[in-house]
């Protein structure tokens, strides 16, 4: 498998689950932030198959090319289905990173199978305790409309000025997403996380980007809940990191595995 990122599908209960991949070696599992798709992750693919691992980023269903589905979104049903992804391409044991709606569901998936994941990655993720339902951080109007200029207008405050493009494949993003733009934002706000982040023993890194409004507050929540857990903060970074600040954010990954080798039995 070469390095650039290859498009590629599996077919689950539900129906087609696609994904972008780059690179051999160990798996690592990339879940992206709502609304978009595994072109959040488009510039960490080849930096993380160059690095010796096998990247898979996979489109949630409903996003992207991936089916919805059927009983609509929750971030347990999107655990599952990518472990279903997993078991379809027949990987028995990822490193597991999130992004935002990402780092949530890779929280769930890893309460669902903690012996499938040998490392996670949670990365600008809420702390969706409790505390957090009673009192949820204002995100009013944020990919709330229906056009491109509308939902260009929403994020606009979050992402660098001086990066259109990073507005362009967002907006691309949503408006395939349709209504699932809020949807997904509504199943975060109703995942009861507090038993399942009390049970992750995993090896865990925090990647915190220090402009992002919504969830930087958070990391020091998640650092209370996951006291074993390791800290990366991207000084400048903003709700696109991923995509905006793909360097820093790979090498954090691939820091934090290459020193979790030990631990991972690689």
Do not use: N
Request: glycine content about 12%; hydrophobic content about 45%.
């Amino acid at each position: 498998m070469s390095g650039a990122p290859a498009r590629g599908s599996v077919e689950l209960a539900h129906g087609r689950l696609a994904f972008a991949q780059a690179g051999d070696g160990p798996a690592v599992v990339l879940l992206h932030q709502t609304p978009r798709s595994c072109d959040e992750y488009r510039d960490v693919l080849p930096l993380l198959g160059t690095a010796g691992r096998r990247a898979i980023a996979f489109d949630t269903p409903g996003f992207g090319d991936s089916v919805a589905l059927p009983d609509g979104p929750s971030i347990e049903g999107w655990a599952a289905a990518a472990l279903g992804g997993l078991d379809a391409l027949g990987i028995e044991r990822a490193a597991v990173a999130g992004h935002h709606t990402g780092g949530v569901v890779a929280v769930a998936l890893a309460a669902q199978a903690p012996k499938r994941v040998s490392a996670l990655v949670l990365s600008a993720t809420p702390l969706t305790d409790a505390a957090h339902r009673a009192e949820p951080p204002d995100e009013s109007g944020v990919d709330d409309a229906d056009d491109a200029d509308g939902l260009r207008r929403s994020r606009a405050g979050f992402y660098p000025a001086d990066r259109p493009d990073l507005l362009d494949r967002y907006v691309a993003d949503a408006l395939r997403a349709g209504s699932l733009r809020l949807g997904g934002h509504r199943a975060v706000g109703a995942y009861e996380m507090d038993d399942a982040i009390a049970r992750l023993r995993m090896p865990t890194l925090l990647i915190g980007a220090t402009e992002d409004p919504y969830a930087y507050p958070e990391l020091a929540r998640m650092r209370a809940a996951l006291p074993h857990a390791e800290v990366a903060e991207i000084v400048g970074g903003m709700v696109p990191l991923p995509d905006g600040w793909p360097t820093e954010f790979a090498a954090a990954i691939i820091g934090f595995l290459d020193c979790a080798a030990p631990r991972l039995g690689g």
